[in-house]
């Protein structure tokens, strides 16, 4: 049931505050917090100003004054917070102009969403996301001119099988061994469980949670799909809860995808489905798999324009430590029904509302609202060029002999190359105005001087393992 200003006040009631919610270019969520007796219907009408010249990716200095406008169907009482507090999640607007702001990243998935409508394609895109993240006990980080190190530690990890200066249990989870032991060995069985129930408390719907493939506390909770919009509001909720109810056990959460080596790194699988009425699109019992040609061009745009999606998908330095050829990685341009070497896959449904393709090389660093906005417009390119996806392939892709394996193309291999890729294909996100050239360029332009450049600029503790003596 919709949200109007009247239930939100109403909501507000018993409430001390209001904390106000936007997200940078990167997908941060930003907030400031206002007292309960602010939260007018005025205050839905005129919005709060803010500079923006101090947000990522955003304006200039000598343009920084900038509005946001609640929305009021985003509205949720804070499970976390200490204090009585309203959350409510706002678009950024000209102050002047009072039109919304191209750089800013919620307002591209709701332009993407009327987009796909005004193709005729579909009314409605379904998103669900299986965004996966490690919950450690105890991580320290440094790095400076003549330094750089990092250290985790988890009662979970292989590495402490051994430890002697504390009692030991024993059963700490082997590499590729967490999926899915029961409690002793998974230790987190209880944590997962608060955050999932928090989640639920802040409107949520939630299906599932479980321990993930990894040692040291490789984890996931399945959300129940949504439109795009709206998932990508709690795709940032999900994020913001899993972090605060694992501080409050003692514990940090990280969803950088490869904080770990020698084991896997956490993805964010993104199922997506196109609806018309009460139709699922993507279904045809005759095709593929269930899938209708329509599912079928869906994924040839995904896979002509992976490697420019994957600047927005899988967008950090970090994420390419997990995209690697050979071990297991959703790098190969293909789609299968089952096969989950390949970057496209069909799960396994006879059901025709459950029918979707799932994209797995996305991971949850990424900006939810880019991301899943850049997949949907990469996919409905498809559709309008009817772009052949190529035969599927069902067979292991990581053990294809190599004159078959030459014909697989894969992913890029670096951060850099897919943000060169996103400069030379991105007219597909252009359309109907969805992604602008400003905020690509502003993008590509922030993740170049903030992360390829300095990590590319500093040596690695392995390089002096390989090179000290050399």
């Known amino acids: 049931m919709a949200k109007s200003a009247k239930d939100v006040i109403e909501m507000a009631k018993g409430m001390k505050m209001v904390d106000i919610r936007f997200t940078d270019l ?3 969520w930003q907030h400031f917090t206002i007292p309960v007796s602010r939260l007018t219907q005025d205050f839905f009408v005129e919005g709060i100003p803010f500079d923006g010249s101090s947000i990522r990716g955003f304006v200039e200095i000598h343009e920084s004054d900038m509005l946001l406008m609640p929305d009021p169907e985003t509205a949720f009482i804070d499970p976390v917070a200490n204090i009585p507090t309203l959350v409510i999640t706002c678009d950024v607007l000209d102050p002047i102009t009072m039109q919304h702001y191209s750089r800013d990243p919620r307002y591209v998935a709701k332009k993407a969403e009327a987009y796909l409508k005004q193709t005729g394609i579909a009314d409605t895109v379904f998103v669900g996301p299986e965004a996966e993240f490690f919950i450690f006990d105890n991580v320290r980080y440094g790095s400076g001119t003549q330094e750089s190190f990092y250290h985790i530690d988890s009662d979970e990890g292989w590495w402490n099988s051994g430890k002697a200066d504390a009692q030991n249990f024993g059963g700490q989870i082997q590499p590729k061994r967490g999926y899915f032991p029961v409690p002793p060995t998974d230790t987190l069985q209880d944590v997962r469980s608060q955050i999932m129930l928090t989640l639920i408390e802040a409107g ?13 506390g490789q984890t996931e909770l399945g959300m129940r799909f949504d439109t795009m919009t709206k998932m990508a509001d709690n795709t940032l909720l999900y994020k913001y809860i899993a972090k605060n109810v694992a501080r409050r056990n003692g514990k940090t959460v990280t969803f950088m ?6 084991d896997n790194g956490s993805g964010m699988h993104v199922h997506f489905s196109l609806w018309k009425g009460d139709k699922n699109i993507f279904f045809d019992a005759s095709g593929y798999a269930g899938l209708s040609d329509t599912a079928k061009y869906f994924i040839g745009g995904i896979l002509k324009h992976a490697p420019a999606l994957l600047a927005l998908t899988s967008p950090t330095t970090n994420s390419f ?4 050829p050979g071990f297991e990685a959703p790098v190969n341009l293909a789609y299968s029904q089952r096969n989950r070497s390949a970057i496209c896959r069909i799960p396994v449904t006879k059901n025709a509302k459950a029918k979707r393709v799932e994209f797995r090389a996305p991971d949850a660093s990424s900006n939810p609202y880019l991301c899943y906005a850049a997949i949907l417009m990469a996919g409905l390119d498809g559709i309008q060029n009817r772009i052949d996806p190529g035969e599927p392939q069902d067979k292991d892709l990581y053990e294809l002999p190599a004159d078959e394996a030459r014909h697989i193309k894969q992913v890029p291999g670096s951060l850099d190359a897919v943000l060169f890729a996103l400069e030379q294909d991105n007219e597909f996100l252009l ?13 590509i332009s922030y993740k170049r001087k903030t992360e390829v450049d300095p990590v590319r600029l500093r040596p690695t503790p392995y390089e002096f393992m390989l090179y000290y003596d050399c």
Do not use: C, N
């Open 431 to 443: 359309k109907g105005d969805v992604f602008t050239s400003d905020l690509l360029e502003a993008y």
């Open 26 to 28: 990167p997908g941060m």
């Open 257 to 262: 995808p490869k904080p770990l080596f020698g």
């Open 204 to 216: 949520v719907q939630m299906e599932i949670h479980h321990h993930e493939v990894a040692t040291a």
């Open 321 to 324: 430590r997990r995209l690697v």
